[in-house]
Structures are given as C-alpha cells and as structure tokens.
C-alpha cells in the first residue's frame, strides 16, 4: 500500500525558510521521480519542484526557482523540499506526489498524471 505522510508546513513570515519533508513507503519510491505541487482555493494543482531518482535531474517553476530546492534521500524513501525567501504569494497546501515515471513526464502531465498524493500541508506566509 502507498502511503505519503507530508510535514513542515506552517506559519512564517515574509522572507523567512521551512522545509518541507514527505516520507513515502510502498512500492513507488524506488526508481521513480518525486515532486511537489501546491494549490490555492479555486486553483488547479501545480507542480513547482520534481527530482528523479538518482538526483542527478530537477524541475523548478519559474515561480520558485532560485528559492527551493528539492532534494531525497533514497535510503530514508524521503523527499525534501527546501524553502526560502518566502513570499505571501507561496501561500498554499503543498503535496507530495510519487510514482512519476521522469522528471519530464511530471512536467507534461502535472497533476493528472499522479496517481499518489499525500494529504498536504498547509503553508501560509504572512506579510
């Protein structure tokens, strides 16, 4: 059975960092891309950050990019996903996606192409 368990989210200031973690079990850790996606009320889930197995290909939205960073520990089936210089306009739940076949198919499929989320954490950053 899969199971992705999300943590970290929280309240933080304009400016400030979280990190995010997922630990996943199952099946659909090994030898796939995982990637984080956030949504706002009435907003579509966007992927913003992938990574593929061996670490060695990510993906970040423009919109954060040069601001989170990504990251796994295979060994530990966990998934990071560093935060900073946050802004108010990051405000969302954030969600833990597995099973992607590559960094690229994330990105042409988004999120209908998941078929593992975790429950999501809230992220909220005030200004």
């Known amino acids: 059975q899969v199971q992705l368990v999300e943590s970290g989210g929280g309240l933080v200031q304009a400016g400030g960092s979280l990190r995010l973690s997922c630990a996943a079990s199952g099946r659909t850790f090994s030898g796939y891309a995982m990637g984080w996606f956030r949504q706002t009320p009435g907003k579509e889930r966007d992927l913003i950050a992938a990574?593929?197995?061996?670490?060695?290909?990510?993906y970040y939205a423009d919109s954060v990019k040069g601001r989170f960073t990504i990251s796994r520990d295979n060994a530990k089936k966990t998934v990071y996903l560093q935060m900073n210089s946050l802004k108010p306009e990051d405000t969302a739940v954030y969600y833990c996606?597995?099973?992607?076949?590559?960094?690229?198919?994330?990105?042409?499929?988004?999120?209908?192409?998941?078929?593992?989320w975790g429950k999501g954490t809230l992220v909220t950053v005030s200004s």
């Open positions: 996606a597995a099973g992607l076949a590559s960094v690229s198919s994330a990105r042409i499929l988004g999120a209908s192409g998941i078929n593992y």
């Open positions: 990574i593929s197995w061996s670490s060695g290909h990510t």
